[in-house]
């Protein structure tokens, strides 16, 4: 009889735990839990864990000519095997990865390539997006002449803060800001094609960067439903706000319920969970091509 297999609980996160693996290795296991405005929700997403894992491992795949990544394995029975044997335990199949330690940049590397959100915002208000002047006479939704680099700040508590490109240059260096930016505009316009074939507009993105024996690679999760904004082709028209494959229609609800964004937040309507849960589930399939079904751990 084989014995599960136990780890040393690194950190837990809004949504990822993570684990100590040895030898420098991470196992890092994407959760049903959603949060919104910095605040997680009682009620878990079912399947969204495995969404974000299916997703990033996908991704990840696609960009690996691009840029080395933290991804080691996602298969279950490999990940076993790596581990020292023994089972997986209950919940990790198809949640987890086992991924390389790196050393993180110590910014959230944002790129934009349609006019939404905190962009919208301060177009309205000053001509610019992340203090960059844009062309008059966008509308809500527009795409961008080219998508943009806006870096942020990691904050441990409240909100980011935008960095423009030369603060972002004095944290990690000229040559490393370059590098990242060129790396994430490339990634997001290689994706962001991909998808728009399969009827889906990635309107943004954040993507994280850290180096992994000295080279500069793609970590943590990758163009997710959480970590982008997803629109679907059809439903797009600027200067309106398009329907969403990610958690903005949750955000809406919230917004919409009167609560002040303080824990504890309301509970969620179960139509609200349910509709969340298939719109994870449909931005998968769409842009793979694959069933969620089929990807490990269904049914659990």
């Not at 990242?180 to 316009?189: F, N, P, Q, V």
């Amino acid at each position: 009889m084989t014995s599960g297999i136990s780890l040393p609980l690194v950190h837990t996160g809004k949504v990822r735990d993570l684990y100590d693996a040895g030898e420098g290795r991470l196992v890092m296991v994407a959760s049903d839990r959603v949060s919104a405005f910095d605040v997680v929700m009682a009620e878990p997403i079912p399947d969204k864990g495995r969404v974000l894992t299916a997703m990033t491992a996908f991704w990840l795949d696609e960009l690996a000519d691009l840029a080395p990544s933290h991804m080691i394995s996602a298969d279950p029975a490999s990940m076993a095997a790596q581990l020292g044997g023994g089972e997986l335990p209950d919940g990790w199949a198809g949640r987890a990865m086992l991924v390389h330690r790196a050393e993180m940049l110590p910014m959230e590397c944002i790129v934009r390539g349609y006019l939404a959100g905190s962009g919208w915002k301060e177009y309205q208000k000053s001509g610019t997006l992340h203090g960059e002047r844009l062309p008059g006479g966008l509308r809500q939704a527009e795409r961008l002449p080219e998508p943009l680099f806006t870096p942020s700040t990691k904050a441990t508590e409240g909100h980011d803060v935008n960095l423009s490109f030369d603060e972002a240059s004095a944290m990690v260096g000229r040559e490393v800001a370059e590098r990242a930016r060129d790396l994430c505009l490339e990634a997001y316009e290689r994706a962001a094609d991909r998808a728009r074939q399969c009827g889906i507009v990635v309107a943004d993105t954040k993507f994280e960067l850290g180096f992994i024996a000295g080279e500069l690679a793609i970590c943590d999760e990758v163009l997710t439903p959480d970590s982008s904004r997803f629109w679907p082709l059809e439903g797009w028209e600027p200067g309106s706000t398009p329907p969403s494959f990610d958690k903005q229609p949750l955000r809406d609800w919230l917004e919409a319920s009167g609560w002040d964004k303080s824990p504890p937040p309301p509970p969620l309507d179960e139509e609200v969970v349910r509709a969340t849960s298939e719109r994870y589930a449909a931005a998968y399939e769409k842009i793979t091509g694959r069933a969620l079904s089929s990807w490990y751990g269904a049914g659990d």
